[in-house]
């Protein structure tokens, strides 16, 4: 009869890509280079005043970085819809 040796089970080979995901906040019309990554998430307080000329100075910023998806949080500082 022949020996049965036990094994540790072993995980499956992951083919997926790795996500580089960068987080960022607070800029406040400072148009900073970060880091390169996938995902970029900035979290809040793009502008000081959140005035339609600050906005379009920050869309502008923010579309002309190359991360593949970027997502913006509304800080506190941004005005509500009148």
């Given at each position: 009869?022949?020996?049965?040796t036990p094994t540790?089970?072993?995980p499956p080979a992951l083919s997926r890509k790795k996500i580089r995901i960068v987080c960022?906040?607070?800029t406040h019309n400072i148009?900073?280079?970060p880091p390169e990554g996938d995902v970029l998430i900035h979290a809040g307080d793009m502008t000081n005043t959140g005035s339609r000329t600050e906005l379009k100075k920050a869309i502008e910023w923010i579309s002309g970085l190359k991360h593949e998806v970027k997502?913006?949080?509304a800080g506190y500082l941004?005005?509500?819809p009148r």
């Open positions: 009869m022949a020996a049965i540790t089970p072993q960022i906040s607070d148009q900073l280079k997502i913006v949080v941004a005005p509500w």
